[in-house]
C-alpha cells in the first residue's frame, strides 16, 4: 500500500500520465516514443522523475529485439544546447565546446553527419524563420549539438549476493547494503557483468564518461512501440499504413474538383467564328455561345468521371478506417447496429486491431 502511495505521489508531482500520452501519441504516429526516468538535485524539483523524450532526439540500438531494450549495447541521445549553458555544465572542457559551437545561421547551410532532418528539422525551421531572423536574432545564436550515449560493455564490479537486495551492484553509501553486509545477511562478490555507463560528447570531444549511477544497471530511457518491421526491428505507426491509401483520397479529390472546374469541348472545325470569344464564353457560367449550323459543338465532356472519382475516395476513406480498427460504433456514430449487445460486439472488434499498440 505505501508503495502504490508513493508511486501515485510521483506521478502526481511529476505529471506523468501526460508524459506518457505524448509518448503514446509518438508512438501511434512514427512507431516509438520515449519516457525517460532518472533522478535530479532536489532543489530542481521531485528528487526522482519521469518525463517525455523526443523520438527526434534518441537513437537506439537496431539490433535490440526486446522492448524495453533489456538486450541493447546502447542508446544515443542528441541535444542543441545554448553555448554558455554547456559551459556551465561541463567547466573544464570549455574550450572543447567551443571548438564544436556554431551558430544557427551556420547549422541552415549544412547538416553535420552526427544528425539528420528529423533530428535537426526543428532548429533549421526556427533558424530559418522571418522571426528569428529579424526580431531576436536566432541565427547568431551559438550552439552545440551535446551527445549523450548510455552503452553497456563488461566491467568488474561488486555484487550483493544474498539477502533482499541480491544481485544489486554493491553501493557503499546504501545503509541497506552496509547493514546486510555487516549483519551477515549478505556477502558482497566481484564479478564482471555487462555494466551500463554513460559519456557526454561534443561532435570532436569527449566531455564526460562513467559508469551509471543508477544502481538498476539500466538504460533511463524506456521505449514505447507501435509496431515493428520483422526482418529489421525498425518502428513504425499507424500512420505508414495509411499514407497509401491517403496519397489516392488527395489524388481522386483533386482530380474529381479539376474536371467540375473545367470544361472539355468536342466541336467540328469552323463550328464558331473566333475561338478566342468562344474559350472566354464557355468559362463564365452565364455564357452564351454561338455555333454554326450543321457544326457539332459538345460541351462538358467527360463531366460525368468526377463522380467514379468520388466513388473510389470513398473506398479509401473506408480502407483507412478499416486499418486503424475505429469503427463507427467505437467513434459513437449511428450504424445499422440497433442493439446494445451489437455495438458492444463492434466496438470490441476495432478493439482487437488496436491491442497490440496498448500492449507495448
Known sequence: ERKSQLLKYLG?????????????????????????????EDDEGEAIYSRYESWRNVLQDSAATELDMS???????????????????????????????????????????????????????????????DINGYRDRRRVRL??????????????????????????????????????????????????????????DMLWQSKSPYRHNRFPLTPIWCYRR?????????????RDPQIDINHRAAKALHILNSSKVIMDEGAVDD????????AR???????KQGKELRLDVERGLEQSHLDMMSRSISLIQAMTGVTDESMGKTTNATSGRAIIARQDQGSLATAPIFDR
Request: charged residues 30%; aromatic residues 10%; negative net charge.
Open 12 to 40: 502526481d508531482v511529476n505529471r506523468t500520465p501526460f508524459h506518457i500520452s505524448r509518448a503514446f501519441g509518438d508512438a501511434v504516429k512514427v512507431g516509438i516514443g520515449w519516457i525517460e526516468d532518472g533522478v535530479q
Open 71 to 133: 538486450d541493447g549495447r546502447y542508446i544515443f541521445r542528441s541535444k542543441w544546447t545554448d553555448v554558455d549553458v554547456a559551459n556551465s555544465m561541463f567547466p573544464d572542457r570549455k574550450a572543447q565546446i567551443e571548438a564544436a559551437a556554431t551558430t544557427n545561421l551556420a547549422l541552415t547551410r549544412a547538416l553535420d553527419a552526427f544528425g539528420d532532418d528529423a533530428m535537426d528539422s526543428i532548429e533549421e525551421d526556427i533558424a530559418q524563420s522571418t522571426y528569428a531572423t
Open 147 to 204: 551527445i549523450e550515449c548510455w552503452y553497456r560493455m563488461p566491467s568488474e564490479d561488486k555484487y550483493m549476493k544474498g539477502g533482499q537486495f541480491s544481485g544489486e551492484i554493491y553501493d557503499s553509501k546504501s545503509p541497506g547494503h552496509v547493514t546486510e553486509f555487516l549483519t551477515g545477511q549478505a556477502e558482497i562478490v566481484t564479478k564482471t557483468k555487462m555494466r551500463v555507463h554513460v559519456a557526454i560528447m561534443t561532435e570532436q
Open 230 to 242: 520483422d526482418r529489421d526491428n525498425l518502428p513504425y505507426g499507424i500512420v505508414r499504413q495509411m
Open 275 to 282: 475561338l478566342e470569344t468562344f474559350e472566354k464564353e464557355n
Open 285 to 291: 457560367a452565364d455564357g452564351i455561345i454561338i455555333k
